[in-house]
Structure formats: C-alpha cells, structure tokens
C-alpha cells in the first residue's frame, strides 16, 4: 500500500525528509506518495512536484548511487550545502559568518573510481555502485567527469577484461594527468606472470599513460605530472588529488586570501602540495603529511621549479606525531586540510601555539567543527566559513575557514 506524505526539507544525507521519515529523490514542499512502512520509503508517485525539481542530466539517475540530486535546481541546491555546514557548527555551539557556497564543480571531475564486478556470476560489469547496494550499474558516460576524462570508461573496461579470468572484484582509480590517464588497481592482489603480461598488453591498448597494482608499476608510457598553479609534480601512484582543478584553484585562493601577508606558513596533510606550492611564491613553508610519496613529490616538484621561497617537506603522521607548540615557533600562520576524520590531536596543540592565524580546509563539517569546538574553547575567534561544491549532486560539501586571536 502507497501513503501520501509532504516533504519538510532535505536531509543531509541527500533524502527528503517527513516526520522522521526519508523519501530519495524528493524536495521540499512536495506532496509525494511512498511505499514501504520502515524509517525509509521508496518514492512511488510526485503528486505535486517542487518548483525546483529539474530534470536529471543522466539516464542512470536514481539506479547509479554516485548522485543524489540532480533533480534539484542550482540555487537551492547550494543553499542547502551551506545549510549543511551551518547545521554542523550548531551541533558544536559554535556561531560563525557562514559565505554562500561557492560552485567549483567546473569542467568537473578529473579523477574517478570504477568498480568492476560479475554482477550475476556470468556478465562482468564495469560501472558504479547502485544507490545502497554492492550491485554495479554498467555506464557508457557520467555527466560528472571532465573532458581530460575522456576515455577513462572504455580504459577501465579492457583493464577488467584483461583480468576476468581471476575472478576478484576490481576497483579502478582512474586519474587525469598531463601527459594522458594514469590508473591504480586496487583488489587484483598479486598477479601471476601470464596475468602481468596480458595487463600490459592491455595498459598499453588502452594507451594508458601508467598502469600500477596496489602500487606496483605495471606498465609505464612516461612518468605522469600534474600542473599545480603552472608547477609540474609528479604524481604518485594512487595519490589524492582535489576532486576537480576548479576545486583546487577555489580552496587555493581562499586559503591565501585567509593567510593573508603571513611570511613563515606550515602546511599540514599537505598532500602533493597544491597549498604549500602556492604559498612559497611569497612565504616559507613547512609542508607535512603522513603520505610519504606524496611529500617526495612535493619536493621533488620544489627542486625542478623557480621563483618559490624555501619549502621543508617532512613526511610525518600528524595523528600519531602532531607538531608541538615548540615545533611551531617562529610560524605566522598554519593551514590544515585533513582526511574526512578532521586534525583533533593537532589541533589540540595549534590551540595553545603562538600563532598568529589559523587557516582550515575539510571536507567533512562535522569533524570540522569539533576541531573548531576545540580552538575557540582555546580562545581563538571563528572567521567566516565559506563552503565550496566541487561534489556536484552529492551530500559532500568542503570549507575553509580562519581563527585569529
């Protein structure tokens, strides 16, 4: 049997939500019918569509689980990530100046992971997961990725074919890079000779411009580079990248703009360095993170580039190891962009340095604002937040934000 409800607002899963209970794919004000009498319901019927309700740009809309709103209308769509955020400080107790989310999905996503499954047994499928389920739903195109993508579908195909005969699940990291697309397999495990030639011969048909499993060079065109703010760093194999360059750029700029005339800056989980590169155009830079590989690209770009002020890379866990008051004397500001589980160790000793600002990056609000809980029961002052969308469609939303004393 079918009920009738009206939808209150979006969670921030991405669900409608009425009385406590979650509708995929419906917004607010809509009169809806549901089936199924559990916490979630399956949307039977729009008996009144939203004003706001689009039309989803992709055919797999609703089976694929990558998107959860592409049929909701730009402005409101941005409104609610900043909700998003705002909701989060709350939890906290914390009150900030929260800017309007700032759109960076731009010519969209330059790296994707493919998952590759025998979906009934017999069919292999290459794909994406379906909507809370392992099932893999086979695409042909996602309106999600960027034009330096191009190709990245049919690649992961003839890699997962090559491998069929093993039988394992195969997710496939597809990465664009200068020189062409750059892909790490993970679930392979250790291959066989007769395997390891096939794949080979499969990189190469793909023209993939590097090929590694689990991190072990299998075939290799040349060595593939990533362009940060025109500095070339080569890229480690399976390495995090921001999700677009317009992301990159938009969290880049807001970060220097928060750092302000600073002359002695720390980036901490500074990854590649698309942070720290930028800010030795005009300071010194300590640039940390507990990716090893990472941190020897980062130097490695430092070495081959001109006109930088001195960058020191330190490969250190920051969670195990956080920096200590003493190691960050003589700092003017410190910037921290942490995995999704947020800097609180760290934080905990940036509450009581001597510094004089504190920049944030994150991409996780809630974790976010425990560790701004911690800096402003310190005594430090939360600027405005801004949120940035390059996660288009999806309940994902990043930030940057600054304290001052």
Request: hydrophobic share 45%; aromatic share 4%; glycine share 10%.
């Amino acid at each position: 049997m079918s009920e009738r409800m009206t939808i209150s607002h979006v969670g921030h899963r991405g669900d409608g939500v009425s009385d406590g209970r979650f509708v995929p794919y419906s917004l607010p004000g809509e009169v809806v019918e549901v089936a199924g009498d559990g916490e979630r319901a399956a949307l039977a019927r729009i008996v009144t569509p939203s004003p706001d309700r689009v039309e989803p740009p992709c055919p797999h809309f609703g089976t694929c689980g990558g998107c959860a709103l592409q049929h909701w209308a730009s402005a409101p769509y941005l409104d609610w990530k900043r909700d998003i955020v705002a909701a989060a400080l709350r939890q906290h107790g914390l009150g900030a100046e929260i800017a309007p989310a700032i759109d960076a999905h731009g010519e969209g996503r330059r790296r994707v992971t493919l998952h590759a499954r025998r979906g009934d047994g017999r069919h292999l499928k290459v794909g994406f997961a379906a909507a809370r389920s392992h099932a893999i739903v086979a695409i042909d195109a996602c309106p999600l990725l960027a034009p330096s993508l191009d190709g990245a579908l049919p690649a992961a195909r003839t890699i997962a074919a090559a491998l069929e005969g093993i039988g394992k699940p195969l997710d496939i990291q597809i990465t664009a890079t200068a020189q062409g697309l750059d892909m790490e397999l993970r679930g392979a495990g250790r291959l066989a000779e007769k395997e390891r030639l096939g794949l080979i011969a499969a990189g190469n048909a793909a023209r993939l411009v590097r090929l590694t499993n689990h991190g072990d060079l299998v075939m290799q065109r040349e060595p593939p580079t990533v362009a940060v703010d025109g500095i070339r760093v080569p890229l480690p194999p399976g390495a995090f990248l921001q999700a677009t360059e317009a992301g990159e750029t938009v969290l880049a700029g807001l970060v220097l703009e928060a750092v302000g005339k600073a002359k002695s800056v720390a980036d901490l989980f500074c990854g590649i360095g698309p942070f720290a590169l930028r800010l030795a155009r005009r300071a010194k830079v300590l640039a940390a993170d507990s990716d090893a590989q990472a941190v020897a690209a980062l130097a490695a770009a430092t070495r081959n580039a001109s006109g930088l002020k001195p960058i020191r890379a330190e490969a250190r866990d920051l969670f195990r190891r956080p920096y200590l008051t003493r190691d960050l004397k003589g700092l003017d500001a410190v910037v921290f962009d942490p995995p999704r589980a947020g800097a609180e160790a760290q934080v905990a000793m940036l509450a009581k340095a001597d510094i004089g600002r504190i920049v944030a990056v994150s991409c996780n609000p809630g974790t976010f604002a425990r560790d701004a809980a911690i800096l402003v029961a310190a005594g430090w002052k939360l600027g405005t937040v801004t949120p940035v969308d390059q996660f288009k469609w999806s309940a994902h939303v990043e930030l940057v934000a600054s304290f001052t004393r």
